[in-house]
């Protein structure tokens, strides 16, 4: 999510890119949507046609503290991915913390329902009340439908609709994310178990195999140096590697058809040694597609970039080149499809005009590189202990029901939608 930009060295570049296949549900010669599993080929993602396919879409969030997705006390599922829709995106990020697939294991197997999930969340008074307002908005639940059953409908919903749901570990705790010092942000950290984490992992993506539209999953959300705690020590590439692979491991063997996305250092804002091929320190070993035996074609680099007060184009873009987006291209000694899952800024009238927003609304197209706007929620069931609360960086207003900053989305969101999937 939000933070502080790493910086880059600087280096002039050139990526040209190739002309993309038409993809789109408007061509009648594809086969019937989704046309998968896809696959990672060089640069590119390929349906099981051998078209390429580029995702373009927004974080619906479901990580949070009830852990489930995001909204949906003042909107329906069906009319949120109609919005999403109307955008002419056709993916989204949807986030979950390894919480929830803990408390189905220690609840017997079974999933916990929405009325404990939002009364632990919100309190024995206004969970419930909550609680009242989603089942208004969405009469299909009831007070034990699980968190579970609401992603399974968001799923079913994003299938309808035509839109890939990309699956994304967001947080091991359920709660707002991201800091060093929050017990999530590495592997040992407080909250953060390895064993845990894979269970979670391939719980998941075997859960996802019965969602037509699931088509890929993150592995762990921004990757980053603990604050404090023995876990902090083992904070380097070596250790990102070990688990990396573990967790790769854990998704192939519950559910081979996902492309899986590896996330890097520093809040995932840089994979350079991975794309670059250099040592994977403090050890000597380097990144090897060989270590993902018969699933190398199923990896994808994301990074996130938050540089929200670059006012040089050219820099903004040489650093996305040096942090991982070199992998797009064929100087690169390992060479990957690479996603931008995470940016965003203050939707108002006029930030959208600046240097950050409007460099990434051109770069992205020009590169065919899939990304995924944060965030289209408008608000939070809870978010850092305050409820209702409100989000400015919002596609949809508090209550979900129209565009935070029209303008931006007229202006800029949706012709980019269309240059990257042109």
Known sequence: MRLVAIVAGLVGFSVAAPTNQPHGDALDTRAPWPNGPLVASGRWIRDASGTNLTYAGVN?????????????????????????????????????????VDEIYSNGGEDITLQKAFTQALGSTNGPKLLDQ???????????????????????????????????????KGMWCCSTGDGNSWWGDTYFSAANWTRG??????HGKQWTSLMSIGLRNEPREPASG??????????????????????????PDLLIFLSGLSFDTFLTPVVRGTALTPGTGKFSFNDFPGYANKLVLELHNYETSATNCNNLQNN?????????????VNQFPVMLTEFGFQMDASTWKGTYA?????????????WFIWVLAGSYYIRSGMQDYDEGWGLLAHDWSTWRSPSYVDGTLIPMVKNTLS
Request: with cysteine; glycine share 4%; charged share 10%.
């Open 60 to 100: 619906w969030p479901g990580a949070a503290d009830v852990m489930i997705p995001e909204g949906l006390q003042y909107q329906s599922i069906a009319t949120i991915v109609s919005k999403i829709k109307s955008l002419g995106m056709n993916a989204i990020r949807l986030t979950f913390a390894i919480q929830m």
């Open 134 to 172: 989603v089942l208004a908005k969405n009469p299909q639940f009831t007070p034990s439908t699980t968190r579970l059953q609401v992603f399974d409908a968001v799923a079913a919903e994003c299938a309808k609709q035509h839109i890939f749901v990309h699956l994304d570990n967001h947080i091991s």
């Open 201 to 206: 992992l391939a719980y998941m993506a075997n």
């Open 230 to 255: 023995a876990a902090k020590s083992t904070y380097n590439w070596q250790t990102w590697y070990t688990y990396m692979r573990q967790g790769a491991e854990a998704v192939h063997s519950s559910n």
């Open 320 to 332: 996305l080149y040096n942090n991982g987006f070199q992998a797009l291209t064929s100087s690169a």
């Open 358 to 370: 409007s460099c990434l609304a051109s770069y992205l197209p020009a590169q065919k590189a899939g």
